[in-house]
């Protein structure tokens, strides 16, 4: 089974940055697309970014120039730098192996314990 390990949340102040890493256990990770979520107070989770395993790139709306998304193979760890946090960026940030569905990306169902994000204003 893999496990999902997502670390690196904190409070941050607004315009600040964090990085967040997630590290997989098994080398399942290395073979596919992988995703962050987030899910805010109130809000469903939401895609923040996915990276196929050869590093295609597709990054949600609300985050385009100020997120970035990476993937380490050999580590089997994923990060998510964010840049020029904003208070809207406050959640729960989770990572999971994700698959192309034709139309948008979709987890297949493994997810970490997430790591919190909060950005104060």
């Known amino acids: 089974q893999v496990q999902l390990v997502e670390s690196g949340g904190g409070l941050v102040q607004a315009g600040g940055s964090l990085r967040l890493s997630c590290e997989a256990s098994?080398?399942?990770?290395?073979?596919?697309?992988m995703g962050w979520y987030r899910q805010g107070p109130g809000k469903q989770r939401e895609l923040v970014a996915a990276?196929?395993?050869?590093?295609?790139?597709q990054y949600g709306n609300s985050v385009k120039g100020r997120f970035t998304i990476s993937r380490d193979n050999a580590k089997n760890t994923a990060y998510l730098q964010m840049n020029s946090l904003g208070p809207e960026d406050t959640a729960v940030y989770y990572c999971?192996?994700?698959?192309?569905?034709?139309?948008?990306?979709?987890?297949?169902?493994?997810w970490g314990q997430g790591t919190q994000v909060t950005v104060s204003s």
């Open positions: 999971s192996v994700v698959i192309w569905s034709g139309s948008t990306w979709t987890p297949v169902g493994f």
């Open positions: 990276i196929t395993a050869g590093g295609t790139i």
């Open positions: 098994t080398k399942i990770f290395s073979d596919n697309a």
